[in-house]
């Protein structure tokens, strides 16, 4: 059994995830904005309602390591950052407080998390990151959300050359069938992944210590 550290949790793909591992018996500490979402079988819960606010997490951070020393000790093996926002919007359109939200979400959420967290986690932990396949999202009204993915990936590659010892992982999926259809005006694909999918192909990534890219086209 493993420890998973879960950002994201409320969001339909880390509902997933920690359904994949809590099934093979993992231990899930769940963070996210709406508790009410979270899966079942999550073992430590911390609601923050924004995962770039530095201030916020460390208060994660507090509560989480107060949760290991009452078990005993424990560290971090994987951690999967979920958290995801999107829009759609011209850039002459956009306002800065919505780039901001996205770019949040997407990427300094992601940055602020593996700050924060770093202190509690395994020698060589498996760190992953929900992304998208970027190339494919230089479209009109994406800036924001396609920046944000493509500076993801860069993120995680400079955080894998910095600690030689983690595995870090983008995953990017392609489309897969949750809410963020209903926040853009494209019609979801006729072809796309479901959560519980993209959750076993991390699961399975994790056994198979794959690092770099993982990318889910769906068939």
Known sequence: M??????GADSSIGQSVAKAFSEDEWEVWAIGRHAERFAEGVQWAHTVSDVADFAQMTQ???SLEAHLQSLGGRSVDALV????DITAQKTHEMSIDAWQRILNANLTGAFVATRVFSPLFSPEPHLF???????KLILPG???YATAKAGLEVFAQVVAKENPRWKVT????GAVATRFWERVPFRMPPKTLQPDEVALRILEAYYNEQKGTLDLIPE
């Open 2 to 7: 493993g420890h998973l550290l879960l950002i």
């Open 60 to 62: 994660a951070v507090q």
């Open 81 to 84: 950052y979920a958290v995801g």
């Open 129 to 135: 990151y929900i992304g998208a396949l970027s190339e």
């Open 142 to 144: 994406l800036s924001a």
């Open 170 to 173: 983008v995953v990017r999926p």
